[in-house]
Every structure is written in structure tokens, then in C-alpha cells.
């Protein structure tokens, strides 16, 4: 016997009231929640509902009555099927107030916060190409667009350089111009395509049966003009790949670090992978207020410099330094903001869990002269504990930048014992932040909170807590 799919039910002239997480925007019907993905607060929409839950549903809009005053034509011609900048539809004035009220929202309803002060968002002044890394994907299964698929052409080529579609690990967009990161980035991911395309040989990969040669690109680019390349294959054909990086070094003189790496793997991650020096250096370098950060391929840097400078600063004005005190810097990463705020620290330590983004920090602090920093690696909770707060010293200021799921309960404990007079707590996802803060208001007072946007037609939000002793 077969099922009949239960028919799903449109609803109409539906107001959108608000924005949600992950980008979606709110309607109410009937005391349900709809979430909407491409619609803004003010639209009247008839909606298409996709999915239905006790306490919520999902849908998408059919058909627009009406369109919000808060909405703006998008600038990029892949909008709406592109997994990224799913906010290109909003002014960023509206983009930043809600990510605004984001903050405020999780820190005050999950973590019951009451702050002396909530500081008005720092908006990115650049709200196109303020990348400075991006990675492509090779596939034989380019997605097609709705309108592709309606217009019954057939399609000889269906070979993608993008990204991959949300939820479909096999099928990727084709790019033709990104708006992400400087349009260098867009000329060097054409050329290599074309190449590609126009000579034997250069099979894009095959997602789900793991064949073809070509896999990926990694293009970063530095404020200091520097641009880096890595391109991916699936597999070692000397004669290929020496014929692809030549062309793409006589094309793209500019590029300072042109590298590759043969990944045989199942999957995409390089961490793991030989990287190797076809052209140029093997890395770029980035500054920041005078200071030199070396950046490889394998190493984590903010994606967008200009905002990360402001971030940085964020967390050294709260920190608000003499020179005297000793500081520890958790999740130091690179050491970005251990090198940043040492000039005006005695010492600082900084701790990451991953052992080459320790030698990268301890490589930056060489080439920046600085003499008074200690990198060490190692699982934050197994190395932060009392017998190494005890050994190094209590700090005067913690500061501390851990990934979207926060702060181990541990590491938050050892904090706690060590009562350092202020933290400073940055932090790339408000709702983990917040639970960790009602933690920590068992001895400390929030301060001051200061949301920053890294990413402009995002719904992400960095967001800087200052704390203090009670």
C-alpha cells in the first residue's frame, strides 16, 4: 500500500513580524511560529508551509503582496540560492539592529544578564569584499536554478567551481562573481575554471564516488596587498598540475604564495595534509597597527581584517592595561590578540588547543620583537587548572575567545578559582556566551557589553564582554 504525502497547507496574506536565528524571519499564525528564510519584518507574504512542528512550522514565500520598507534589491545575481549572505534582502541598517537586539535577547533571557552598559554595535564600514579567505569547490554536479530547470535547456556541461548547496554535500553553485573577498579572488577562480574546462585531463571531482582530479581552491588575501592560492587536487599527475599552476602564475603575477596539496582523502579538510610550495612564499603576511602576523596556509585568522583591528581594540580598551599586570589569553589561536595587547601587559600566556596555531604565535611574536609572551598547547581544561594558576601566577585579567560552543565547565571553574579582576570575553555566538556569563556572575558583574559585525548580510554577530570582580 502506498502512502499519500500529507499535503502540506499555503497560507495567506501572513505579515512577517520579526528576525530569527540562523537568518530565518518570524510570522505568527494562530499562536504558531512560521519561520521564513528571504523575507523581511513588514513583507505580506502568502506562505508555502514545508515543514510543521507542535509548537512551530517552517515554510517559504509563494507569492509577495506587499514588500517591507526595510527591504533592499540584493546586489548578488546567486541570492536566494547561495548558501552564504542570506541578508543581502535587508538595509544593513536593519542588519545590525537586530544582531543588536540578537545580543541583547541571549544574554538577557538565557543568561538572566543585567549589564551596566550595552554599547551600540561597531557596524563594518565594508559591507562588500571584506573577506580575506574563501574556498571553492570542483563538481561534476552543478546545481541548477529554478529558472535553469524551467527554461528546458538542456545542459552539456555540468561541471561547478562554487559552493556547495545547504544540506547537499554533492551539489555545488556555480559562481560566477562573489561579492565575498576582492575581485581578484573572482578573476582567479574564472581563469583556473576556464583552463580546466578548455584542456584534457581536468575532471572535476566526483562528490559521492570519490573520482575526477580537480577538488578544490583556498584564495586568501592580507591588507598588505599579499594573496595566497592553494589549489587542491584529488590526485598526484605531475604533467597536469605542472601545466595548471604555470598558467596560473604567468596570469596572476601578483600572487605572492601559489601552493598546492594532493588530498586523496574522503573529505576536505587540509590540517592533516602536505602542503607544498609551487611558487612564492608559504604564507602571506597581515598587519595590524604596525604589527606583522604570519599567516600559512592552515592558519586561523579572523575572516575579515578591517573588523578584527576593531574587535582587537574592543578587547584591549576594556582590558584597559598599565603595563604591569599579568594576563592570560585563552583560545589564543595565532596569538593574534596575546601579540596584539602585549605592549601594554607585563607578561601573557596564551593557551590553543591546536599545536601549529601555537608555533604560528610563537613565530609571530619573534618576528614582532615581542619578549613577553608564553604559547603553550594543549586541551584548554587539561592545561588551565589550579596547579598552573598556582605555578604561573593568578592573573590580573583573563581574556578569552572560545569557539561557538563556548567554555568548558572546567575551564570556567579554574577561572572562577582564579580571580582574575576583569575578563574580557569575546565571543562569536551571544546564546553559548550567555549561559557561560551566568556562570560567572557568581563572582562577576557585567560591565560593559559591545556586539561587533564581522559579517555583513550574515546573521552571525561577534560580541565583547568586559566583567569585574565583585
Request: hydrophobic content about 40%; some cysteine.
Amino acid at each position: 500500500m502506498v502512502r499519500k504525502k500529507k499535503l502540506l497547507p499555503i497560507l495567506n496574506e501572513v505579515t512577517i513580524t520579526d528576525v530569527a536565528a540562523e537568518g530565518k524571519a518570524i510570522a505568527r499564525v494562530n499562536d504558531q511560529v512560521v519561520f521564513v528564510p528571504f523575507v523581511a519584518p513588514g513583507d505580506i507574504v502568502d506562505i508555502q508551509i514545508t515543514r510543521k512542528k507542535n509548537k512551530y512550522a517552517e515554510g517559504r514565500a509563494l507569492f509577495f503582496h506587499s514588500y517591507s520598507d526595510k527591504r533592499i534589491r540584493p546586489f548578488c545575481e546567486h541570492f536566494g540560492t547561495c548558501g552564504g549572505c542570506k541578508w543581502q534582502h535587508l538595509l544593513y541598517e536593519e542588519q545590525i539592529k537586530y544582531k543588536q537586539k540578537q545580543v541583547y535577547d541571549n544574554l538577557t533571557r538565557i543568561g538572566k544578564i543585567e549589564a551596566d552598559e550595552w554599547l551600540p554595535i561597531l557596524g563594518s564600514e565594508k559591507t562588500k569584499f571584506y573577506r580575506n579567505k574563501l574556498e571553492f569547490t570542483f563538481s561534476n554536479k552543478k546545481w541548477l536554478t529554478q529558472e535553469e530547470v524551467e527554461s528546458g535547456d538542456s545542459f552539456e556541461c555540468m561541471d561547478a567551481l562554487g559552493f556547495h548547496i545547504p544540506g547537499m554535500f554533492d551539489k555545488v553553485l556555480d559562481i560566477k562573481k562573489c561579492w565575498l573577498q576582492e575581485d581578484v579572488s573572482n578573476s582567479i577562480r574564472l581563469c583556473i575554471k576556464e583552463y580546466c574546462l578548455s584542456h584534457e585531463g581536468y575532471d572535476f571531482f566526483d562528490l559521492r564516488n570519490q573520482t575526477g582530479l580537480m577538488r578544490n581552491i583556498i584564495i586568501r588575501t592580507a591588507s598588505t596587498g599579499e594573496i595566497m592560492l592553494i589549489v587542491v587536487f584529488f590526485k598526484d599527475d605531475r604533467y597536469l598540475r605542472e601545466a595548471l599552476l604555470a598558467h596560473i602564475a604567468a596570469q596572476f603575477p601578483e600572487i605572492t604564495s601559489l601552493l598546492y596539496i594532493i588530498n586523496e582523502k574522503c573529505n576536505d579538510t587540509i590540517t592533516d595534509q602536505e602542503v607544498v610550495v609551487y611558487r612564492g612564499k608559504d604564507h602571506i603576511i597581515e598587519e595590524m597597527e604596525g604589527l606583522k602576523f604570519k599567516v600559512g596556509p592552515k592558519s586561523f585568522y579572523q575572516t575579515n581584517s578591517e573588523q578584527a583591528y576593531n574587535l582587537y581594540k574592543v578587547a584591549r580598551e576594556f582590558a584597559a592595561l598599565s603595563g604591569n599586570e599579568l594576563v592570560y589569553d585563552l583560545y589564543t589561536g595565532t596569538g593574534t590578540i596575546a601579540n596584539f595587547v602585549s605592549r601594554s601587559a607585563r607578561k601573557v600566556i596564551g593557551i590553543e588547543y591546536v599545536p601549529e596555531a601555537i608555533e604560528d604565535a610563537k613565530i609571530n611574536a619573534g618576528l614582532n620583537k615581542i619578549e613577553n609572551t608564553l604559547f603553550l598547547a594543549g586541551d584548554m581544561k587539561d592545561i588551565l587548572t589550579e596547579n598552573f594558576i598556582e605555578e604561573h601566577g593568578h592573573p590580573d585579567v583573563i581574556i578569552t575567545d572560545p569557539p561557538r560552543a563556548g567554555m568548558h565547565d572546567d575551564v570556567i571553574k579554574t577561572i572562577l578559582f582564579a580571580e582574575p579582576e576583569k575578563i574580557v570575553y569575546v565571543s562569536c555566538n551571544p546564546a553559548t556566551q550567555a549561559r557561560d556569563l551566568s556562570i560567572l556572575t557568581t563572582k562577576y558583574v557585567v560591565k560593559k557589553v559591545q556586539p561587533v559585525d564581522m559579517f555583513p548580510h550574515t546573521h552571525h554577530v561577534e560580541n565583547v564582554v568586559l566583567l569585574t570582580k565583585k
